[in-house]
């Protein structure tokens, strides 16, 4: 994985606790990177930077995935779950639009897996009321929202927010990752 930022990759300063170590690039832990870019060759490197991610991640953050079809969200949000421990299989929940899993740990906070991509479609929809009928945003003082397709809409659900873009080459299988956290 070649990783432009070379400092740790986490939010800005929050309080709270977080299960797990916390997250550096293997180049020592230095203060929290608000931005970053990292090359993705494999699968494997995607989850790697989720996981990394995740263990960053606190109660009340938003992280929005965005990006062409294929180009790593859902596995990039596997990798997010790992890092956070949580229970269960992520797969993409593009048809119960939200999936719920429990945190491991008692201090941990839960993941809500959200994906917008069958919505997006449908003009007459309110991406906005989607969401607000899923109730998320009763959740995120004790959970961590992770929305694919929600580029637009899901920013609203918090003021600091993580922006995630995927992207592919078209003549090759390596992904781009660019992350900001962006704050009010």
Do not use: C, N
């Amino acid at each position: 994985m070649d990783e432009r930022s070379g400092t740790r990759i986490g939010p800005p300063a929050k309080s709270g606790t977080r299960a797990g170590p916390p997250a550096t690039s293997g180049t020592g832990a230095g203060p929290p990177a608000t931005s970053g870019t990292a090359d993705l060759p494999t699968v494997a490197d995607t989850i790697a930077l989720g996981v990394r991610l995740g263990r960053d991640l606190r109660a009340g953050d938003v992280v929005v995935l965005s990006g062409p079809l294929g180009a790593g969200k859902t596995v990039l949000a596997k990798g997010i779950a790992q890092g956070m421990d949580v229970d269960g299989p992520v797969i993409s929940p593009s048809f119960v639009l939200a999936r719920v899993h429990r945190p491991r740990h008692a201090d941990g906070p839960t993941m809500v897996h959200v994906d917008l991509y069958r919505l997006l479609d449908q003009a007459s929809v309110d991406l906005l009321a989607e969401l607000d009928s899923l109730d998320l945003d009763t959740e995120l003082e004790d959970a961590v929202v992770v929305v694919e397709w929600g580029e637009g809409v899901a920013e609203r659900l918090s003021d600091s927010h993580l922006d995630i873009r995927l992207d592919r080459s078209p003549d090759s299988e390596v992904r781009t990752a660019g992350w900001r956290w962006s704050q009010p």
